[in-house]
């Protein structure tokens, strides 16, 4: 269950507010169908969480969707580090690819929804 225990860092506001205005396109595809209450749950994009900042959250499920550009492949490690981490505040994670999101997004949608369903 959402807590107060996910406070966040208050410099990422600024920042969390920019990435949203700059989403790549696949962000963009994904939050299309995020937006809408998907399947019940409210989901927010680029959501500060402690010292981070996660693509997509659903505070009710208490998970991280992820979405790893060509970026990311350059940051495994950190990105390793900065998901433990979340994980160890109850949070539970997705990750696509890019790319998967544009070719294939019926298929993320049925992960996605997948998720749900197992942990309702």
Same mark, same amino acid.
């Given at each position: 269950?959402?807590?107060?225990?996910?406070?966040?860092?208050?410099?990422?506001?600024?920042?969390?507010?920019?990435?949203?205005?700059?989403?790549?396109?696949?962000?963009?595809?994904?939050?299309?169908?995020?937006?809408?209450?998907?399947?019940?749950?409210?989901?927010?994009?680029?959501?500060?969480?402690?010292?981070?900042?996660?693509?997509?959250?659903?505070?009710?499920?208490?998970?991280?969707?992820?979405?790893?550009?060509?970026?990311?492949?350059?940051?495994? &490690? %950190?990105? +390793?580090?900065?998901?433990?981490?979340?994980?160890?505040?109850?949070? $539970? #994670?997705?990750?696509?690819?890019? &790319? %998967?999101? +544009?070719?294939?997004?019926?298929?993320?949608?049925?992960?996605?929804? $997948? #998720?749900?369903?197992?942990?309702?």
């Amino acid at each position: 269950m959402y807590s107060n225990k996910l406070a966040y860092d208050p410099i990422l506001k600024k920042l969390a507010r920019d990435l949203r205005k700059n989403s790549t396109l696949s962000e963009i595809l994904l939050w299309q169908h995020l937006k809408h209450s998907y399947m019940g749950y409210d989901f927010h994009r680029q959501k500060p969480i402690s010292k981070y900042i996660v693509d997509f959250f659903c505070p009710t499920l208490m998970l991280a969707i992820e979405i790893d550009g060509v970026t990311h492949n350059e940051k495994s &490690n %950190e990105d +390793k580090i900065r998901q433990q981490h979340l994980e160890q505040l109850g949070i $539970s #994670f997705l990750r696509f690819s890019d &790319n %998967e999101v +544009k070719t294939n997004l019926l298929g993320v949608l049925s992960s996605i929804q $997948s #998720f749900i369903v197992d942990n309702r």
